[in-house]
């Protein structure tokens, strides 16, 4: 079975960096065509999606974020980390990391978890 | 960032049929197809179907996805009050190396 849990501050001032740990288990990103994505959504908003990272370290940025983002993962801890810089208010919102199989988009999500951007 | 185009709303009453839609271009819905999520308030999203129309194990078979051309669809029949939630489709878009998600769709059972 596939898990994901996603941790990390609730709280950070606007200009901090804002780092995020994904824990998950059920798969391996050492196994061909696995990967790992994070997935925001501001409150009462759409989902928008962050950055994906492939079992090869192949890493995928949204375009309009690309330069605030980094994704890295540590296979033998089953972890995902994302980093964003420079965060703001506007980027208040549930972050979700989720499974993306060989065969298509985002199959398992972890539950969530809120960050506020506040001074 | 282009994304996908859905209708913000829709309304159905109970047991009747309700068809949601997603329309992006060739180089996302057009070329892979796309994927639905369902997402109740305060819950993270659930798969319904991906590639068009592979359901995963568990989603009700009152649910079918279609595609055609550069437009994806969802269509529930039958529904029940447990349907009403919000919708998003998602696709990669080959073009631009990213996974686009719609503005969602609220499903409103009557």
């Known amino acids: 079975q596939i898990t994901l849990k996603e941790s990390g501050p609730t709280l950070v001032k606007p200009t901090q960096t804002l780092t995020l740990t994904c824990d998950f288990s059920?798969?391996?990103?050492?196994?061909?065509?696995?990967?790992v994505g994070w997935i925001r959504q501001p409150p009462g908003e759409a989902l928008e999606w962050l950055a994906l990272?492939?079992?090869?370290?192949?890493?995928r940025y949204s375009p309009s974020l690309r330069s605030r983002l980094t994704i890295t993962k540590d296979t033998s801890k089953n972890q995902v980390v994302l980093t964003m810089t420079n965060m703001d208010p506007v980027d208040t919102a549930t972050y979700y990391c989720?499974?993306?199989?060989?065969?298509?988009?985002?199959?398992?999500w972890g539950q969530g978890t809120l960050v506020t951007v506040s001074s | 960032q282009a994304g996908l185009t859905q209708p913000p709303s829709v309304s159905k009453g109970l047991r009747q049929t309700a068809t949601l839609t997603c329309t992006g271009n060739i180089n996302n819905v057009g070329n892979e197809g796309a994927a639905w999520l369902q997402q109740h308030q305060g819950h993270p999203p659930k798969l319904l179907s991906y590639?068009?129309?592979t359901r995963p194990s568990g989603i009700s078979e009152r649910l079918s996805a279609s595609r055609s051309g550069n437009t994806a669809s969802l269509t529930i029949t039958g529904l029940q009050p447990e349907d009403e939630a919000d919708y998003y489709c998602?696709?990669?878009?080959?073009?631009?190396?990213?996974?686009?998600f719609g503005g969602g769709t609220k499903l409103t059972v009557l």
């Open positions: 990272i492939y079992w090869d370290n192949d890493e």
């Open positions: 590639r068009d129309n």
């Open positions: 998602s696709a990669w878009d080959s073009s631009l190396s990213a996974v686009l």
């Open positions: 059920g798969f391996s990103l050492n196994t061909n065509g696995q990967g």
């Open positions: 989720a499974h993306r199989p060989a065969t298509g988009l985002f199959d398992y």
